[in-house]
């Protein structure tokens, strides 16, 4: 069995270590050249998201097609469809890459979003004091809190340089008491695994924290667990899936977006779990047996963004119940996320 994985980043990466565990060859395609999945994967094919011709000799290796990233071009993975499984199926994908359709798609379920509303030009901002303070998204391509604006009042807009020919969604800002994201992998019918919800916590809209058990009642605990079921299901997705919840002051539970993939605050389900959320997707994706799901231990994953992986690059002493992980990107960038460690507590 070959697994194709578009997208090379951490997640990549982490599929294709799940996926040696399970004898599973991997070819990893992606646009970057210096795709840290390629010191995972058994083959590297390095291309435009694009190139047709490229497209085609990936296809023609691989039994099934996945991928670590929402913003791949609908019409690629249509297309690799025609001729080999992509999962979960690209129409997954192309309404949850788009952040308008994805919050009307929840509501539909009668789920609770954070308000929102579709800015299409600057003078739709005008009449929406009742929004403020907000936060001003793109409704594609964001991720890690890029294309966002915070905005209190209008005055705000015109200190800022934003480039109104692309597509907004104006959220009203929540006044968070915490985060949390439930993983569920979703075999088929009702047939799923899921992960307990997991807490996290954000420095400049990046994850920083995630840690299990969330300290949250009973009744979120299970209504996380409820939606993120609901979604899923509604969504007949196949493979594992990642819903990101805000939890206000007054504990309501808000749902703030859906990852159609493993999840950065699913690292720990690797040291925590019996089968980790990256094994468990590539179980479902290749109808691999499902195994029950044992949680191992309590934990506590800490994200090295940047230059906070060179300490320990250089000095490795890690205690018993501590693992670390180096994604091996070439470049240290501020703000990028290079490696991580899962704490079992
Ligand atoms: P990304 O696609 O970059 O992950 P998110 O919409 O998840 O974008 O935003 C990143 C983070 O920014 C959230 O996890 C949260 O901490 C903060 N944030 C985003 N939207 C809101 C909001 N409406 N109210 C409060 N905090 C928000
Ligand atoms: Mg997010």
Redesign the pocket.
């Known amino acids: 069995m070959k697994l194709g994985i578009i997208g090379g980043g951490q997640l990549g990466s982490l599929l294709c270590q799940a996926a040696k565990k399970l004898n599973i060859k991997t070819i990893v395609f992606c646009d970057d050249i210096d795709a840290p999945a390629q010191n995972f994967s058994d083959e590297f094919i390095f291309a435009k998201y694009n190139d047709k011709i490229k497209i085609k000799e990936f296809v023609s290796k691989v039994d099934v097609i996945t991928f670590e990233f929402e913003n791949i071009p609908y019409d690629t993975l249509n297309e690799m469809n025609k001729s080999k499984k992509v999962l979960p199926k690209p129409s997954v994908n192309r309404l949850i890459q788009h952040r308008l359709a994805e919050k009307d798609f929840i509501n539909k379920l009668n789920i609770r979003t954070?308000r929102y509303v579709s800015i299409e030009k600057k003078s739709d901002l005008e009449t929406l004091e009742d929004f403020f303070p907000g936060?001003l998204?793109t409704t594609t391509m964001?991720?890690?809190?890029?294309g966002?604006y915070p905005i209190n009042k209008m005055e705000d807009l015109n200190l800022l340089n934003i480039d109104f020919s692309k597509e907004y969604i104006l959220?009203?800002?929540?006044k968070?008491k915490k985060?949390i994201s439930v993983i569920i992998t979703r075999f088929g019918n009702n047939s799923y695994e899921i992960y307990e919800p997991i807490e996290n916590t954000?420095e400049e809209?990046i994850l920083k924290y995630s840690q299990i058990p969330a300290q949250i009642n009973e009744k979120i605990f299970n209504l996380s667990k409820e939606w993120a079921t609901t979604i899923a299901e509604e969504l007949k997705f196949v493979g594992t899936l990642c819903v990101?919840f805000?939890i206000d002051r007054n504990d309501n539970l808000y749902v703030?977006?859906i990852a159609p993939r493993v999840h950065n605050s699913g690292h720990l389900t690797i040291n925590a779990y019996n089968v980790s959320q990256f094994e468990n997707h590539i179980r479902a994706i290749c109808s691999l047996e499902k195994i029950e799901l044992k949680k191992l231990s309590n934990a506590k994953m800490v994200n090295l963004i940047g230059n906070q992986i060179l300490p320990y690059r250089e000095n490795l002493s890690l205690k018993q119940n501590e693992f670390f992980f180096d994604y091996l990107k070439r470049e240290v960038k501020t703000k990028r996320k290079m490696g991580h460690i899962t704490t079992l507590i």
Request: charged share 40%; proline share 0%; no cysteine.
């Open positions: 954070t936060i998204k964001g991720y890690d809190g890029k966002q959220e009203k800002i929540v968070l985060e954000h809209q990101e805000f703030n977006e």
